[in-house]
């Protein structure tokens, strides 16, 4: 739709049309489709459009750029904001583009405008955040910074982590590990002491960071190289720089060179399609217990199935950095399973609003959807413990308005299993997957019950069927299990996403493979078989397939 000269700046239907458009091809994996439908459309723009609107265009065009690998021109519309028109860009969506475009710069190897783009959004989530998301702000530039070998850089992050992370164990764990690397690149003349200081805390904290800095402190000659140079014992040693009790005040973000706005949180017109920011959308109450409408009565998890095997090498798909197979699809809902009290084609229980845009309050809140995005974005790139530490931030953060959204559970809890499994963190999520009485219970409650898309729910089903295989205690409830779930699996990928057939399929004969410990009986594979002769040809032994995140985006269409 082009603008004639003389029209108005933005024409309403127009841009939800194209909105729609460049939401379609992100969803399905069409980055650099999306960043050409809207570069096309800003450029036709000839007047200042409205700049909320208008905000939504440079969010999306900064989310296509990023997608479609062109890191320059995402971290230009960060650094720099749009390059005509104002615009107005909701501080956590705006937060959430900061902490992206630090792995824009890293990617290019500008480590300076890295810790700009940090500083920018860490100084934004203080303003508007929550202290974890804060935390999490600093994790991922220590991360990234490390990832580029600055670790002269990623200190001031790590020293954030632990005088900041009070409370969060995870985080404050995750500085004390940062600091092992940077003393392993002879760099941080601070860093030894803080380390050394934290061994106390350390020792009484059990997460996989807080052992691997332990392990390092008591095994690495670096530190007993340090140790015999300069003993930390007894009077006149100096304390630690940055004890836990003092807040690390990095500086504020600098004037943006283009008038990006950051106006104060409240209600912003949004196209359909798009959660918009405003506040914490109405939830959804979870409906009582009951038939879900779900295709076939599955066991339950916390049916005590799955025993599982001691701690120790799990045939898991963790070397490559993508773990997952198949196109992005499309995050369309319909005739997934849902509560016996709603209209059964309903897609989840989102309803739209007919001939108009979708309220509010119909809307998981989109900072927090711009979180679990940021989240799928680390677990795709392979950072599988930062993206678990991210899914369980989000949690928190939902539990913590005190009503949660449903959709939001529902997708942290998915993304939280897979990161764990692809971290070889097998007993974490198998604890998740059987607890009941957990805050995560609730968002597999809303898997289950049709608040998330049906890929979404199948992504779940893929998780149940590895986790029934790995049972060591009860074979025939394992195989049934498994039979069962992939047997519905394999329905849905023929319906669905006809492209991830053949990964099912090796699913199917790796679980199975799995619980008979390498030597099943070859009538065990009769029902993988016959899905093998309906997709028509032999599907090779390859690694697990594992279901790509879908957009975290109710779609009305």
């Not at 028509?536 to 390859?542: D, I, T």
């Amino acid at each position: 739709m082009a603008y004639e000269e003389g029209e108005l700046a933005m024409d309403r239907e127009a841009f939800v049309h194209v909105m729609n458009e460049a939401s379609g091809l992100l969803e399905a994996g069409d980055a650099a489709g999306a960043l050409a439908r809207l570069t096309a459309f800003d450029d036709g723009l000839v007047e200042q459009p409205d700049p909320q609107d208008y905000g939504w265009i440079v969010s999306y065009r900064f989310r296509s750029a990023f997608g479609a690998g062109d890191f320059a021109q995402a971290l230009q519309i960060a650094e720099n904001g749009p390059a005509r028109f104002a615009a107005d860009i909701p501080s956590g969506s705006m937060a959430t583009m900061y902490s992206m475009a630090v792995e824009a710069a890293t990617q290019l190897g500008q480590a300076e405008s890295a810790v700009d783009m940090a500083d920018r959004c860490i100084a934004l989530r203080r303003q508007v955040g929550t202290p974890d998301e804060v935390l999490m702000g600093a994790m991922t530039a220590c991360t990234l910074l490390g990832d580029i070998e600055r670790f002269d850089l990623a200190l001031r992050y790590a020293h954030l982590l632990i005088a900041e992370g009070e409370g969060f164990e995870k985080y404050r764990a995750y500085g004390y590990y940062a600091l092992c690397a940077a003393l392993e690149h002879k760099v941080g003349d601070s860093a030894f002491a803080t380390l050394w200081a934290g061994r106390e805390w350390l020792g009484g904290v059990d997460n996989e960071f807080a052992r691997e800095a332990k392990n390092y402190l008591e095994n690495s000659p670096t530190v007993k190289e340090l140790l015999a140079q300069q003993p930390l014992e007894g009077p006149g040693v100096p304390a630690p720089p940055l004890p836990p009790s003092a807040p690390v005040h990095l500086p504020p973000p600098g004037p943006a060179s283009a008038p990006v706005h950051l106006p104060p949180p409240g209600p912003v017109s949004a196209p359909a399609h798009l959660p918009p920011p405003g506040p914490d959308s109405i939830p959804v109450p979870l409906p009582p217990p009951g038939a879900a409408g779900g295709p076939v009565p599955l066991p339950p998890p916390a049916s005590g199935a799955v025993e599982l095997p001691p701690p120790g090498p799990v045939d898991s798909p963790l070397t490559p950095v993508d773990p997952f197979g198949g196109a992005v699809p499309l995050s369309s809902a319909v005739n997934s399973p849902a509560p016996q009290d709603l209209p059964l084609d309903a897609p989840t229980q989102y309803l739209p609003v007919s001939g108009a845009l979708p309220v509010a309050g119909n809307r998981p809140p989109a900072d927090q959807c711009a979180g679990g995005e940021t989240a799928d974005a680390l677990l795709v790139a392979g950072r599988f413990g930062v993206a678990a530490a991210a899914y369980r931030a989000l949690i928190d953060e939902a539990l913590g308005t005190g009503r949660p959204d449903l959709m939001i559970m529902g997708k942290a809890v998915l993304g939280l299993l897979q990161a764990l499994i692809f971290d070889n963190r097998i007993p974490e999520a198998h604890a998740i997957w059987i607890d009941e009485s957990a805050a995560t219970a609730i968002g597999i409650q809303a898997i289950e019950r049709g608040q998330t898309s049906l890929h979404d729910l199948f992504g779940y089903r893929l998780i149940e069927a590895y986790l029934h295989s790995l049972a060591i205690s009860d074979r025939d409830g394992a195989i049934q299990a498994v039979n069962t779930i992939m047997g519905t699996c394999i329905e849905y990928a023929f319906d669905k996403e006809r492209e991830v057939v053949p990964g099912m399929i090796n699913n199917w004969r790796r679980h199975l493979i799995e619980i008979f410990d390498d030597n099943p009986p070859p009538e065990v594979f009769a029902p993988v078989e016959m899905a093998e002769r309906r997709w028509g040809q032999p599907v090779p032994l390859g690694p697990l397939y594992w279901s790509r995140p879908s957009p975290w985006v109710v779609d009305w269409r």
